[in-house]
């Protein structure tokens, strides 16, 4: 299905991209993936890519989302010419886990269902998410990072903690959402993450006494409920202080 050097298959598939990229021609906010459950050989995805690519051309700039074995993804995102095609990285096929990392191969013709049958894997934490969702905004900042994979969306305020878009967090607030957009993620220290902006920053302790250095700095604290997403004011705080429990905490300045 996925040989590109047979000319027919070759043909529909291009003209098959080609159509689902007029569908939505002039909607800028539509993603384009690959596919929901694609695990196919990289030579497809390059093929993906130079049809997007030749599309953009004529037509104008899509968003592109990959997500595919990260084996395929990396060897994409190393393309001097097909990575800048890319502007959404997808961890939907492979995650870090407690036991290590869950990475089948590309291009074995089995589907994501039955790898996960043949490879037993463990499971995904908070730092295992941060972890992947961090390594690759580091490694490529220009572009976004969603996780798809295990545990999506449980671990939605890890991908946030690490830079990542799109995560499912459940707080409706719209201050506090602004005030969001405004942060980047700082290195994470002794079990506690942040992200930092001008006006405050959110905070995640893995454990109770974690301490946050707000210098001279005068903050107003919240707890936010990691799954109803309600904040509720504790106190203000100033120098060093301890959070009261583990959690997401933001600090507003």
């Not at 070759?10 to 689902?20: A, V």
């Not at 997500?67 to 961890?91: E, F, G, H, T, W």
């Not at 830079?163 to 719209?174: F, H, L, M, R």
Request: charged fraction near 20%; charge should be negative.
């Amino acid at each position: 299905f996925y040989d590109v050097t047979n000319p027919t298959m070759r043909e529909l598939h291009r003209q098959y991209i080609r159509q689902s990229l007029d569908a939505f021609k002039g909607q800028p906010n539509v993603i384009h993936s690959i596919g929901e459950e694609f695990t196919g050989p990289l030579s497809f995805v390059q093929f993906w890519l130079d049809v997007i690519g030749e599309w953009e051309q004529e037509n104008g700039k899509v968003l592109v989302d990959l997500a595919v074995n990260k084996d395929v993804q990396d060897a994409i995102l190393k393309d001097p010419v097909r990575s800048k095609i890319v502007d959404i990285i997808d961890i939907e096929q492979w995650f870090y886990h407690h036991k290590g990392e869950y990475t089948p191969q590309g291009g074995v013709n089995m589907a994501p269902r039955q790898y996960a049958r043949k490879i037993r894997t463990g499971s995904a934490r908070f730092e295992d998410v941060y972890r992947a969702v961090s390594e690759y905004r580091s490694q490529y900042p220009d572009k976004a990072v969603v996780y798809s994979a295990q545990k999506y969306p449980e671990m939605c305020w890890a991908s946030l903690m690490a830079g990542g878009s799109c995560a499912a967090i459940p707080v409706k607030d719209q201050a506090f959402l602004y005030e969001l957009s405004q942060m980047t993620p700082c290195p994470p220290a002794d079990g506690l993450y942040m992200l930092k902006g001008d006006n405050g920053r959110l905070v995640y302790a893995s454990s109770a006494g974690a301490v946050v250095d707000l210098a001279e700095n005068k903050y107003a604290v919240y707890s936010i409920s990691v799954v109803t997403g309600e904040i509720s004011y504790l106190s203000e705080a100033t120098g060093t202080f301890s959070l009261p429990a583990k959690g997401i905490f933001w600090l507003k300045k």
